[in-house]
RNA sequence: GCCGGCGUGGUGGAAUUGGUAGACACGCAGGACUUAAAAUCCUGUGGCAGUAAUGCCGUAUCGGUUCAAGUCCGAUCGCCGGUACCA
């Protein structure tokens, strides 16, 4: 019979969902599995082969586990909300939920189509009511909390997307999603304080299992520094004036050789120092030119910095009350520290060209460098510091600010580069952010059971030109009663990130209808923390540190647990896979008209070639091209497996195939648990080819092979399993064990060296011991003495199955 | 600039982590089957020289350590990803 892979995918799959073949059983006894991958946009598009890569990964080691004996969890969702369906509802003015509702539809045909071994029953998309519920609950704790918070700032604002944004997605000063312009605006945002868990969010990378750049990309994301906050008076020539400049420093160590400050141009000292300010008509010019620059503009300017001394205003070094000169320049922002430097020429490069170009001292204080060529920003030997004189930094270090403490001049603080989170956007398609304004009482949460506060139906979603989000225009919606005076009261009408419903949702799958609480926490304990979350590389920083927040905080108000060994982080496990590209190596994209659906390969050669090539391509966790002609070579190997069929026979196992089999149980199992699926299908690829070699194949044989060829083939698996006259699945069935012994050859073949050169080839018993005798036989081969020649024998080494190398004079 | 990763045949890539470089697959060439093509099967396939045996060269480049280097060390070049005036 030909393999005929439609029919038989068609037919497990209906079986798998018939037989709730994977799902997942609250408390069983049996160990559990939680194995994650990252739940899709269901966007316009449809699937892609990213996508497929990822889930076929995940879906290869959880059938295994499940096959050794684990109670899996494996689940699958929608992240629904979100602006490209939004935008697609501008374009085409259908609602988001009708588009959403069919893309959904079309992923989860393609997602069954693949043979994703999900646990259907706990489906959840983040659009649905019943889940945002608890998104908006989770913000109600943080306000109660006081984690979330009002506060009219200067957000970034995109120009084209008519959106605010964090400055995490803010990349290159463009925006993340559209590539629009992005600039200042000032705007009344929801905030959430993740710099409070800054410290717990550092801490907690160290006991559990990521990816180390994964790791480093994280604290680097933080950023924590140390260093100290210094505070300068500052003096007018004018007046008498009280104002102070608080700076921060990673080297307090080099105050003394402070000889200018510099504030960034949105610094709010210079409105109020405006009269002090003798050139103030030039300095408002160039504050001007500077906030009217994009992030983009004021970075790529060559690394030339501008500025311009505030005149008739001078700062005082609080240690020596030495006057010096303050600027303002672009290239401090105030985003950054306290927006104000105190700057060291000397010991920092950036105020060392400053300081050339404006003929500023360059005053040396720390030892070991040439400051006339350029900043020595090393350690050394205090000089020109006066009672500090000749003490090393660290040490330096912890007196200055015992000094500048004891003196209340400043004191030790420690500097994130991490920002609170912008919560609002003002736009539709997201989770209404559950709180109402009253004139009388302020802002209060909505009750809790009230939740979800739902999202209107509104008939433009276009968001205002003001950048009023479109609920404004929901005013039956929008007027509501004051929870506390009832009085009348209107409800807030920015919604959440796409972030929101993203950074919990796993914590939902453990119990995914409750409709009391978030989870239950038996069934939390039960499942959590996720074993093994894999996804792709863009989403190592953000989403993951978000996530891993937000589990913080709800380990704290106790809704989910800490566990024994990695206390409050949620996922124990984290890997990424390598992007696939479009062919020739470019990147898929809708512009360039290359991307791949998986679609036209599914029906043309079934799942099964689709999954193992995907995971035969290339090393996992790279970048790789897709390869039309590879995809045949993957279909070609599929139906010599399954031509093997007939040939198998009831026989006595050959010790050649003996020893083969027991090879690829070992090299298949290692290498799924590694990742390296692409070695685990070339392993099978060679026991293919060997046993297509025989006449006749033992029974007990194939029987092995199948269960190791089924997560990665697991429809052409099932049928071949029945075939051989199983009645039930193989999915929970036994993963075959390897015999160590028989794992290993009893023969190896070594290569003979003379000088570093390999002449000559043995075959020798496993584990032959170094001896004489042999020695001596190497010594009279043919080849050996051929190319020893006269000379002589000044060293023979024999590595125990590795190699024999002669070296000769 | 800084941080991380990488550089192996015509192509994707393997190499037990210092021990016969090129597994497996794609492609290509030749052959079988066929009226023919597709599919399938067989053979060959790093480069140079040679009918061959074999020899020399070969893992980005240069140098080092070692009996032995794709693997370790140093320098250089190139590519990819992250980040960007972070005080």
Redesign the pocket.
Known sequence: MKYQANKIEKKWQKYWEDNNTFEAKDYDKREKFYGLVEFPFPSGEGLHTGHLRSYTAMDVICRKKRMQGFNVLFPMGMDAFGLPAENYAIKTNTHPQITTRKNIDNFVRQLKGTGFAFDWSRFISTTDPEYYKWTQWIFIQMFKKGLAYKSSENINWCTSCKIGLA?EEV??GACERCGGEVIKKEKEQWMLKITDYADRLIDGLDNINFL??IK??QS??I?K?E?AEIQFKVKSQKSKVSEELK?????PDTLFGATFMVI?PEHPILRKLESDIKNISEIKEYIEIATKKT?IE??S?D?A?TGIELKGLKAINPVNKEEIPIFVA??????????V??A?PAH?Q?DWEFAKKYNIEIREVISGGDISQAAYIEEGLAINSEKFNGLETEEFKEKIIKYLEDKKLGKATV?Y?LHDWIFSRQRYWGEPIPMINCTKCGWLPVPEDDLPVELPQVDDFRPGDDGESPLTKATEWLNTTCPKCKGSAKRETDVMPNWAGSNWYFIRYTDPKNDKELVDRKKADYWLPVDWYNGG??HN?LHLLYSRFVYKFLADINVVPKHKDIGDEPYSKRTAQGMILGEG?V?MSKSKGNVINPDGYLDKYGADTVRIYEM????FD????W?D??V???Y??L??VWDLQDKVVEKEISKEVQNLIHKSIKKVGEDIDNM?F??A??QM??LV?AL??ESEISKEVFERFVLILAPFAPHMAEEMWQALGNKNSLASFAWPDYDKNLAQDDK????I?V?????D?IELDFDTEPSESLQAEILARE?VVR?IKDKEVV?F?H?R???I?I?VK
Do not use: C, L
């Open positions: 400055n990349v290159a180390e750049t480093k990309q680097d994301w950023g520094s260093g700076v921060f420093t990673t080297r960034a992030d004021r970075a300017e690394k910095k672009d290239y401090v922002m105030m985003g950054y520290g306290t927006g430097i105190m060291v920092d950036r500097n580069k590389m863009e920083t190596g990147k035969f391509m290339g090393p790279q970048s790789i091209a390869d002609k590879g045949n070579g993957v070609r190997f139906n010599k390296r692409n070695t299908v070339s690829m060679i080819n297509d070699k190896v073949i070594i290569g060296q000088n570093g050169k390999v002449r080839d080849k190319n060293k080494i590595i199955n590795k190699i190398s070296v």
